[in-house]
């Protein structure tokens, strides 16, 4: 299996920045794509940015500018650098991954998700 572990949540004034991490372990052959994704109380799930194993990125627009993800390929590690958060940015915030295992004699890809990290931005 593939645990996604992630880190760096918290409550933060509006204005400030805040660093979230999450590493993938497990049975891994390769890693592909990772990204972060937040669901606020009472609405959907929804990107916030991705990354590809070759640097290539993709932000939300309410995101852009202010948030920067970045990847650590040989630690299996996404990170997401927050700065001049707002109070629209409070959310549950998960990281997702897409791995590859090697599973039965084949390459097998499949999307995992971490249990989320609460992200709370004061007024």
């Known amino acids: 299996q593939v645990q996604l572990v992630e880190s760096g949540g918290g409550l933060v004034q509006a204005g400030g920045s805040l660093r979230l991490s999450c590493r993938a372990s497990g049975s891994i052959f390769g890693m592909n794509a990772m990204g972060w994704y937040r669901q606020a109380p009472g609405k959907q799930r929804e990107l916030v940015a991705t990354?590809?194993?070759?640097?290539?990125?993709n932000y939300a627009d309410s995101v852009k500018g202010r948030f920067t993800i970045s990847r650590d390929n040989a630690k299996n590690t996404v990170y997401l650098q927050m700065n001049s958060l707002k109070s629209e940015d409070t959310a549950v915030y998960y990281c997702n991954a897409n791995a590859d295992r090697y599973q039965q004699g084949s390459v097998r890809r499949a999307s995992y998700w971490g249990q989320g990290t609460q992200v709370t931005v004061s007024s």
């Open positions: 990354i590809t194993t070759g640097g290539g990125t």
